[in-house]
């Protein structure tokens, strides 16, 4: 199979990997889990060391470095000599950096080695390569840039904010606590300002559910603007899975056959943590008996403030 790459973004813990396992089972398909995660590919940080975690880029703005880790990641991220020789560098700690622009002497080291992927036959992979499955936790803030970039077909994956400041709170997740989000002037010119929303107060809770908002909202702002683009929420996907993913699969022009199937099935059991297995219809109201009724509270009073349509008042109502 060959055709355009599928870029899936969405929130941290919105079911991402999920999804994207699910897409990469059809016949001829490849997937790239966070090519632009720095946690996770080296070459990241050197792509984004001007940019931060999350990239703020509008249609057409110079990219430089960043773009050329995304054609990189669209041409499948193979990593070379350089990248696994980074990553020894950064050695079993590299997941509790935060990487926030200011990297430490052997994070700096580790990028600069890394820096500059390329592919090998980088056009004879786009030209009768598998299609690519990419997904990105942190592009939420420049898919419409990557959408005019490259020819790709983009998922937008929400899940139920709830839900996500749940998992969050549970795994102490790094973006829960990264606080460039409230701090950087880009972002308060291209989205607070406009909309009218100020910066987040002390609480914990209140600051994870105002990264919450920020994110959906802008990802709503950009797929608003684009209705071509695909878009799915976690709990719609949960309801029936092979049902909904066979509905997704014909959107994309994937080809669906048993492997689909059978990763549906082997995954629908109990799982915990970072683990990809959960039994999917009970995910959609997991929410209700992990957060308490202040921490509910919080999170709606906060979103309250966000211009967010998916998710509204009738979301949080009692069963």
Not at 17 to 22: E, H, I, P, Q, S
Not at 236 to 252: G, S, T
Request: proline content about 8%; glycine content about 8%.
């Amino acid at each position: 199979m060959s055709g355009r790459p599928i870029v899936i973004v969405g929130l941290p813990r919105s079911g991402t990997t999920w999804t994207m396992r699910a897409l990469g089972s059809a016949a001829g398909a490849a997937t790239v889990l966070e090519g632009d995660n720095e946690d996770k590919f080296p070459a990241s940080i050197h792509a984004k060391r001007a940019r931060g975690r999350y990239p703020v880029l509008a249609p057409g703005q110079e990219a430089g470095p960043y773009r050329a880790l995304w054609q990189w990641i669209l041409d499948g991220a193979h990593e070379d000599r350089r990248s696994r020789l980074a990553r020894r560098l950064l050695g079993p700690g590299a997941e509790q950096r935060i990487h926030q622009g200011r990297p430490d002497p052997v994070t700096w080291l580790a990028a600069t080695v890394a820096r500059h992927p390329r592919t090998p036959d980088a056009a004879a992979v786009r030209n009768g390569g598998p299609r690519i499955v990419a997904k990105s936790i942190h592009a939420q803030l420049a898919v419409e840039w990557l959408a005019a970039e490259f020819d790709v077909d983009v998922l937008l994956l929400l899940r139920h904010p709830a839900n996500v400041l749940a998992s969050w709170m549970e795994l102490n997740l790094k973006d829960a606590r990264n606080s460039t989000l409230e701090s950087r002037s880009d972002i308060r010119r291209r989205y607070l300002d406009p909309w009218g929303v100020g910066p987040p107060g002390p609480d914990p809770v209140e600051r994870m559910s105002w990264r919450i908002g920020l994110l959906i909202a802008a990802l709503e702002d950009a797929g608003s603007r684009h209705p071509d683009w695909h878009r799915r929420t976690h709990e719609q996907l949960c309801v029936d899975p092979p049902a909904e993913f066979r509905r997704l699969y014909a959107d994309l022009g994937l080809e669906w056959g048993p492997p689909v199937e059978e990763f549906l099935e082997g995954h629908n059991t109990p799982g915990s943590g970072f683990v990809v297995k959960r039994v999917a219809s009970e995910l959609p109201d997991a929410w209700r008996t992990r957060l308490d009724a202040d921490e509910v509270s919080t999170l709606r009073r906060v979103l309250a403030r966000f211009p967010i349509t998916t998710f509204t008042d009738a979301d949080f109502a009692p069963r």
